[in-house]
């Protein structure tokens, strides 16, 4: 299993960024999709996830309304919308994958990791 992210980048605070998650060689054909966050000197944080069929999406209360994840099967890729960024939302942002149905908050529940793609957001 291969995650490549993408669509990191410099904004200013208010500003917006789309983030891309494309997940290849998957072995399972349930699972769930994540994005986790990490800031310098913090624990990676659950960010969103949704359901492979997005039939199920889960937010931390931090992006709830905020942000927007969204899915495309036929491309096995998934959107992360940001909107609003404010400086606390800078981190390196991973996508990661984990079979089942449901969109756990632990990193250690996930099986695989993409390589992260930084954001930055400046006052």
């Known amino acids: 299993v291969q995650l490549q992210a993408s669509g990191g980048g410099l904004v200013q605070a208010g500003g917006s960024l789309r983030l891309s998650c494309t997940a290849s060689?998957?072995?399972?054909?349930?699972?769930?999709i994540a994005w986790f966050r990490q800031a310098p000197g913090k624990e990676r944080e659950f960010v969103a996830a949704?359901?492979?069929?997005?039939?199920?999406?889960r937010y931390s209360a931090s992006a709830q309304g905020r942000f927007t994840i969204t899915g495309d099967g036929a491309k096995n890729t998934v959107y992360l919308q940001m909107n609003s960024l404010e400086p606390e939302d800078t981190a390196v942002y991973y996508c990661a994958v984990r079979s089942g149905i449901v969109p756990l908050l632990t990193p250690s529940t996930y099986n695989y990791w993409g390589q992260g793609t930084q954001v930055t957001v400046s006052s």
């Open positions: 949704v359901r492979w069929n997005g039939s199920a999406t």
């Open positions: 060689e998957l072995t399972f054909s349930i699972y769930v």
